[in-house]
């Protein structure tokens, strides 16, 4: 079900909210929480609802098995193994298969959605088991942390040590209402205002032979996509977010302002922070991280980061991005001080961080790794005599004022502003207040009005 849609934001959202809130004790709200996550779930996926629950159910024994105390690190290993062959047989039987014949085998008609987050969430479950926590009695408790509708198509990543308490104890209050509603009305609107509306030249862009776009045009195609992706990403997880605060959960932040990095290492601390945190506290550290030398940290950037590729998709085109990214967090490491200095300042930093995500973005969204490089030769200006040129890419004036207001939005600096005003003067809180609430009121506006006329496109992230 997509959060921006009729059937969510008309029906199934207040139906449910106000079902959840009717319930009489913690145990009754887990429980209608869980029940309307599978239906969520469900509406969409139908049979594949399937998969969900056995994933559930299986990880809530192997974490039962790993707390039992005898042959623990056996039964982490049996449960990450069976985690990962779900993730190989459903998601990359048909690449895999694809590379040795000719034709391409799936499993599966389609991927069932958020595989690839809630069996991180089922792993990080078995890990933080092992490494002390208590593992929930009921399955249904189990059931709930990695169900749970708000982020289980698309993250956050929520850490079984982050989120078990919560679970069992926690209080809704009108303010963490109010927070949520505030994040979800942000949500829709990066996803809507912003995100679909630059659907529009980046579908242009990318359906057009990369050797008939001229260098104007193929930036604006990969600009636009370094827009959209943030904004729709962005969007769903400040939606998640607040969902959360609505039902009494504080879910983690999962981006913060992350094309104003000054260096991809940065980038990485501020973009899909989740996914960050659980590649670097599950596979990264115990590789060794940072502290086993030169060559073995380069070595275990370059295994994150072609794993985290590989996480997005299965196909050539994420490992290479994967890859992409490995090698400029090397790069960073090995510069001199004095130029690392210049590359990663206040001014240069962000635009070096830019233009590089943005090459790699490309491989992203290309359909294969030889169209991604067709359209670098375009980006790069080295296309005789174009035939696509920036006018070809539809700008309509809505879609020119969303990528502006998408870039200009996309700098951190407002808000550090406006945290300072209101530092220094605390009377302007009030005002401050009624003008946001103002502005969310128009905005939520806009996006029921876009939501009732137009068909809105599912989030990029559904996909992986």
Known sequence: MNFASITFLFYFLPIFTACYFCMPSRRAK??????????????????????LIGSLAANHVFAG????????????????????????????????????????????????????????QAMSLLVDVYRGQKPFKSVLDTGLYIAMFPQLIAGPIVRFNEVRGQIQDRQESVQASSDGIKLIILGLAQKVLIADTLTLPVEVAFSTPAGQLSMA???????????????????????AIGLG??????????FDYPYSARSFREFWRRWHMTLSRWFRDYLYIPLGGSQTGAGKTYRNLL???????????????????????GAFLIAERVLPASVSKILHGPLVGPVYVFLGVTFGWVLFRASSAGYAAEYWKAMLGLNNDPAATLASLQFLPFV???????????????????????AK??????????????LLAGLLALVLLSVAVNTHQPFIYFRF
């Open 303 to 325: 295994i994150v980061f072609v794993l985290c590729g590989f996480w997005h998709g299965a196909a050539w085109t994420f490992l290479l991005w994967g890859l992409w990214h």
């Open 217 to 239: 045009a193929a930036w604006a195609g990969a600009v636009c996509f370094s827009f959209q992706i943030f904004y729709d990403f962005a969007g769903y997880s400040n939606i």
């Open 30 to 51: 887990n429980i209608a929480l869980l029940i309307g996550s599978l239906l969520f779930y469900a509406w969409g996926e139908g049979v594949f609802l399937l998969v």
């Open 425 to 438: 003067n605390p009377g302007r809180a009030l005002p401050a207040a009624y003008l946001q609430w103002g």
């Open 400 to 422: 020119t004022l969303a990528l502006i207001a998408g870039a200009l939005l996309s700098w951190d600096g407002w808000e550090r502003g406006a945290r300072a005003v209101l």
């Open 65 to 120: 098995k790993i707390a039992g105390g005898e042959a623990k690190k056996t039964w982490l290993k049996i449960g990450i193994a069976a985690n990962l062959l779900l993730l190989l047989a459903i998601k990359y039987s048909g690449f895999i298969g694809s590379q040795f014949t000719a034709s391409e085998f799936k499993l599966l008609d389609h991927l069932p959605l958020g595989i690839s987050f809630f069996t991180f």
């Open 245 to 254: 605060r609505l039902f009494g959960f504080k879910l983690p932040q999962n």
